[in-house]
């Protein structure tokens, strides 16, 4: 069985400061890790994806994220905040369908916040 | 190219209406699924169907009904609404052998009273 734990519900950063979302997976595979983004009243939209190739992995908009096999973690960077980069921010593991069809396991989110 | 769309954008029912949330997508992709977001806990999986004709459940299939009489429409239906119905629904697409790309609609978000 597949989980994802994001650490932080709420992060909150100046504009033009760097950006940290936490995000740590369990998975019995070799795992396919991803960041989705939300913004309001929005649908979620990929922002980066780690299929087995480089561990560093650069997404849309200037975010990375990094897989870390022996942390079992995937934490998103960036290393200047925008304003349009306030957000919702889902992690999502893939290790193939499981009994209940999930090809995708959502952590519970993290909220972006951009202050001026 | 439209992408993924959905209808209605909002919804009010009171408890034991039934209705159908509408579900399309215009880039011929064989997976479609449901979700439904509830604060603090992501994105779960109502249903999903491979192609026209194949249809499943996901994790939180209880209270909700599918179909998928074409490649581009998929339905879900609430049979009885019930308070705990209430979310934002989410259907999404996407290739069969890329499913963990998934294209999202806009979302409808439901309240039942």
């Known amino acids: 069985a597949q989980s994802v734990t994001q650490l932080d519900s709420h992060v909150s950063v100046s504009e033009g400061t760097p950006v940290l979302l936490r995000c740590n997976y369990s998975s019995s595979y070799s795992p396919s890790l991803f960041w989705y983004v939300q913004h309001p009243n929005k649908g979620l939209q990929l922002l980066l994806k780690?299929?087995?190739?480089?561990?560093l992995v650069k997404g849309i908009n200037g975010f990375e994220a990094e897989f870390k096999k022996s942390e079992t973690s995937f934490h998103l960077t960036k290393p200047s905040a925008h304003m349009s980069d306030a957000a919702e921010y889902f992690c999502v593991v893939s290790d193939g369908f499981d009994n209940a069809g999930n090809m995708l396991t959502f952590g519970g989110g993290t909220r972006l916040m951009v202050k001026p | 190219n439209a992408g993924v769309t959905q209808t209605p954008k909002f919804q009010v029912l009171k408890t034991g209406q039934s209705m159908t949330l509408q579900c399309a997508q215009d880039m011929n992709h064989e997976y479609m699924s449901w979700y439904r977001q509830d604060p603090g806990m992501g994105l779960r999986l109502i249903h999903y169907s491979v192609g026209a004709g194949i249809t499943d459940q996901g994790e939180v299939p209880n209270g909700y009904n599918v179909s998928r009489s074409t490649t581009e429409d998929f339905p879900l239906r609430l049979l009885s609404a019930a308070p705990s119905q209430t979310s934002v629904y989410f259907c999404?697409?996407?290739?069969?052998?890329?499913?963990?790309?998934?294209?999202f609609g806009p979302g409808t978000r439901l309240t039942v009273t």
């Open positions: 780690y299929t087995s190739a480089a561990t």
């Open positions: 999404a697409s996407s290739y069969a052998t890329e499913t963990y790309e998934q294209y």
